[in-house]
Protein backbone atom coordinates (compact mmCIF):
# COMPACT_ATOMS: atom_id res chain seq x y z
CA UNK A 1 0.00 0.00 0.00
CA UNK A 2 1.04 3.57 -0.78
CA UNK A 3 1.75 5.71 1.46
CA UNK A 4 -0.44 8.64 2.31
CA UNK A 5 0.35 11.99 1.02
CA UNK A 6 1.79 14.67 3.56
CA UNK A 7 -1.28 17.10 3.26
CA UNK A 8 0.97 19.60 5.56
CA UNK A 9 3.72 19.47 3.49
CA UNK A 10 4.08 22.84 1.67
CA UNK A 11 3.19 22.29 -2.22
CA UNK A 12 6.23 22.23 -4.60
CA UNK A 13 6.36 22.06 -8.50
CA UNK A 14 8.22 19.51 -10.43
CA UNK A 15 8.58 19.87 -14.16
CA UNK A 16 10.59 17.49 -16.32
CA UNK A 17 11.02 18.24 -20.07
CA UNK A 18 13.92 16.94 -22.73
CA UNK A 19 15.42 19.14 -24.92
CA UNK A 20 16.82 18.43 -28.37
CA UNK A 21 20.05 19.98 -27.56
CA UNK A 22 23.30 19.25 -25.92
CA UNK A 23 23.83 19.87 -22.38
CA UNK A 24 26.25 22.99 -22.70
CA UNK A 25 23.78 24.68 -24.71
CA UNK A 26 20.94 24.29 -22.63
CA UNK A 27 22.83 25.58 -19.70
CA UNK A 28 23.80 28.38 -21.05
CA UNK A 29 20.02 29.29 -22.94
CA UNK A 30 19.05 29.92 -18.70
CA UNK A 31 22.93 31.99 -17.71
CA UNK A 32 23.28 34.12 -20.95
CA UNK A 33 20.57 37.00 -20.96
CA UNK A 34 20.47 37.01 -24.94
CA UNK A 35 19.51 33.72 -25.25
CA UNK A 36 16.51 34.20 -21.85
CA UNK A 37 15.29 36.95 -23.64
CA UNK A 38 13.86 34.92 -26.60
CA UNK A 39 12.21 32.24 -24.57
CA UNK A 40 12.03 33.42 -20.73
CA UNK A 41 8.05 34.24 -20.19
CA UNK A 42 4.69 33.12 -21.13
CA UNK A 43 3.72 32.31 -24.65
CA UNK A 44 2.15 35.85 -25.75
CA UNK A 45 3.94 37.48 -23.43
CA UNK A 46 6.12 40.63 -25.23
CA UNK A 47 9.70 41.04 -23.26
CA UNK A 48 10.26 44.36 -21.83
CA UNK A 49 13.75 43.29 -20.33
CA UNK A 50 15.65 40.23 -19.36
CA UNK A 51 19.25 41.14 -17.31
CA UNK A 52 21.05 38.32 -16.60
CA UNK A 53 24.14 38.36 -14.49
CA UNK A 54 24.74 34.46 -13.44
CA UNK A 55 26.78 33.72 -11.28
CA UNK A 56 26.32 33.35 -7.22
CA UNK A 57 25.52 36.39 -6.15
CA UNK A 58 24.55 37.72 -9.39
CA UNK A 59 20.69 39.01 -9.74
CA UNK A 60 18.37 39.01 -13.01
CA UNK A 61 15.32 40.79 -13.46
CA UNK A 62 12.13 39.95 -16.49
CA UNK A 63 9.68 42.60 -17.61
CA UNK A 64 7.11 41.13 -19.34
CA UNK A 65 3.83 42.69 -20.93
CA UNK A 66 0.74 40.29 -21.23
CA UNK A 67 -1.48 40.34 -24.31
CA UNK A 68 -3.62 42.63 -22.24
CA UNK A 69 -1.05 45.60 -21.79
CA UNK A 70 0.04 44.34 -18.13
CA UNK A 71 3.34 44.55 -17.13
CA UNK A 72 4.48 41.73 -14.87
CA UNK A 73 8.16 42.20 -13.51
CA UNK A 74 9.96 39.04 -11.58
CA UNK A 75 13.44 39.25 -9.69
CA UNK A 76 15.67 36.95 -8.53
CA UNK A 77 19.30 36.05 -6.71
CA UNK A 78 21.54 33.35 -8.10
CA UNK A 79 22.41 31.23 -5.13
CA UNK A 80 24.00 28.42 -7.47
CA UNK A 81 25.68 28.42 -10.62
CA UNK A 82 27.54 24.66 -11.86
CA UNK A 83 27.75 24.68 -14.94
CA UNK A 84 26.22 22.83 -17.22
CA UNK A 85 24.51 20.84 -14.21
CA UNK A 86 22.99 23.04 -12.11
CA UNK A 87 21.15 26.39 -11.31
CA UNK A 88 19.40 26.98 -8.18
CA UNK A 89 18.09 31.30 -8.04
CA UNK A 90 15.41 32.82 -5.65
CA UNK A 91 12.49 33.44 -7.15
CA UNK A 92 9.75 36.64 -6.65
CA UNK A 93 7.39 38.82 -8.10
CA UNK A 94 7.53 42.39 -7.84
CA UNK A 95 4.25 44.61 -6.38
CA UNK A 96 3.76 47.80 -8.41
CA UNK A 97 6.26 49.74 -7.00
CA UNK A 98 9.50 47.16 -7.75
CA UNK A 99 9.67 45.73 -4.53
CA UNK A 100 9.69 41.81 -4.63
CA UNK A 101 6.87 39.83 -3.01
CA UNK A 102 7.24 36.23 -1.48
CA UNK A 103 10.22 34.24 -2.08
CA UNK A 104 10.39 30.97 -3.85
CA UNK A 105 13.28 29.04 -4.82
CA UNK A 106 14.24 27.31 -8.10
CA UNK A 107 16.44 24.89 -9.04
CA UNK A 108 16.89 23.65 -12.35
CA UNK A 109 19.06 20.13 -13.22
CA UNK A 110 20.55 19.72 -16.67
CA UNK A 111 21.44 15.78 -17.86
CA UNK A 112 22.87 14.64 -20.73
CA UNK A 113 20.47 11.98 -22.22
CA UNK A 114 21.57 10.58 -25.53
CA UNK A 115 22.63 13.92 -26.98
CA UNK A 116 19.77 15.39 -25.70
CA UNK A 117 19.23 17.34 -22.34
CA UNK A 118 17.38 15.88 -19.40
CA UNK A 119 16.19 19.71 -17.36
CA UNK A 120 14.03 19.45 -14.36
CA UNK A 121 12.83 22.16 -12.93
CA UNK A 122 11.79 22.37 -9.31
CA UNK A 123 10.43 25.15 -7.15
CA UNK A 124 9.64 25.22 -4.04
CA UNK A 125 8.10 27.54 -0.95
CA UNK A 126 4.69 28.09 -2.92
CA UNK A 127 2.05 29.85 -0.24
CA UNK A 128 -0.52 27.68 -1.65
CA UNK A 129 -1.45 25.03 -3.74
CA UNK A 130 -3.37 27.78 -6.36
CA UNK A 131 -0.15 29.72 -6.12
CA UNK A 132 1.45 26.06 -7.10
CA UNK A 133 -0.49 25.77 -9.96
CA UNK A 134 -0.40 28.91 -11.65
CA UNK A 135 3.43 29.28 -11.89
CA UNK A 136 2.82 25.00 -13.16
CA UNK A 137 0.85 26.90 -16.03
CA UNK A 138 3.67 29.92 -16.59
CA UNK A 139 6.66 27.02 -16.76
CA UNK A 140 4.79 24.93 -18.84
CA UNK A 141 4.68 27.59 -21.35
CA UNK A 142 7.98 28.94 -20.63
CA UNK A 143 9.44 25.73 -21.18
CA UNK A 144 7.64 25.02 -24.61
CA UNK A 145 9.07 28.46 -25.78
CA UNK A 146 12.20 26.84 -24.51
CA UNK A 147 12.34 24.07 -26.51
CA UNK A 148 11.29 25.24 -29.22
CA UNK A 149 13.98 28.55 -29.64
CA UNK A 150 16.32 25.60 -28.97
CA UNK A 151 15.34 22.84 -31.59
CA UNK A 152 16.82 22.14 -34.62
CA UNK A 153 16.22 24.07 -37.55
Known amino acids: MA ?3 DLAAPPELVLTRVIA ?7 RAWTDAAHAARWWGRQGF ?4 CPIDARPGG ?4 GMRSPAGTSHWKQGTYREVVA ?4 VFTYAWEDAAGRPGH ?4 TITFAEQDGRTRLTLRQTGFESVESR ?3 QGGWTSCLARFAADLAPA
Open 21 to 27: APRALVF
Open 133 to 135: DAH
Open 84 to 87: PERL
Open 3 to 5: PAP
Open 59 to 62: RFRV
Open 46 to 49: TKLS
Open 103 to 106: QMLV
